[in-house]
């Protein structure tokens, strides 16, 4: 199994649509989430990092932790097509520094 | 808005050669990172750098890698006789010290080609 799972799309939406992407982890010790898009050929941009369990908002972003189900979530709303990009999820473990990557999910909004 | 900057953008090396990748972090950062993508792949971590030795690394980064703070801004990965499987995008990363975790935030990346 899998460190980090990733669906790795292509997921295509209409603008507007709200958007969900999810990854799974089988490494119950990660307790840092962390969310990156990035754009072909670039640098993974960091857009949300949340600890532990729950929910955070950051203007049309909102990142979910489940620990029980060892899921995260981020829903992206009145998706524009500039959010057309590469998500990646990415975890890591107290005391460590390295990240853990999923695979990405390409999602493509369509004007 | 403070940014990883990396050169060069692109490098093409002959298999066996050396090459030296290059990154300026984040000013006030202190830890300092490698990872790579291999072309369609996810991004892998290589190694983290902290008060001048590395903290951390993965099974990727072999005797053939090395990191090296040369100065006080810049940080540079070594790839000694360099592999075909080591054509990949190269990612520099920076991040504060702290105890919030790890908002580790990423360059442009150098793409390097080895034939």
């Known amino acids: 199994q899998k460190e980090v799972e990733q669906d790795p799309g292509p997921l295509s939406v209409p603008e507007g649509a709200i958007v969900s992407l999810n990854c799974t982890y089988s490494?119950?010790?990660?307790?840092?989430f962390m969310w990156y898009r990035q754009y072909s050929r670039k640098g993974p941009e960091l857009l949300m990092y949340?600890?532990?369990?729950g929910n955070k908002e950051d203007g049309r972003f909102t990142a979910q932790v489940d620990k029980s189900s060892k899921y995260i979530s981020l829903f992206i709303r009145d998706s524009q097509p500039s959010d057309s990009a590469t998500y990646l999820c990415a975890m890591s473990v107290p005391g460590r520094r390295a990240l853990t990557f999923g695979s990405g999910t390409r999602l493509q909004v369509q004007p | 808005e403070p940014e990883v900057t990396q050169t060069p953008s692109h490098q093409v090396t002959q298999m066996g050669q050396e090459v030296i990748l290059r990154c300026v972090p984040i000013?006030?950062?202190?830890?300092f990172y490698w990872y790579r993508q291999i072309l369609g792949q996810k991004v892998e971590f290589l190694v983290s750098?902290?008060?001048?030795?590395?903290?951390?690394k993965s099974e990727i980064f072999d005797d053939q890698f090395s990191v090296e703070r040369p100065d006080g801004s810049n940080f540079t990965l070594k790839i000694r006789s360099t592999k075909l499987e080591d054509s990949a995008m190269y990612f520099c990363a920076s991040s504060e010290v702290g105890s919030s975790g790890n908002t580790i935030y990423f360059g442009e990346g150098s793409w390097l080609t080895v034939v």
């Open positions: 490494n119950s010790a990660f307790q840092y």
């Open positions: 000013s006030n950062h202190l830890y």
């Open positions: 949340t600890y532990s369990s």
């Open positions: 750098f902290y008060n001048n030795e590395i903290s951390e």
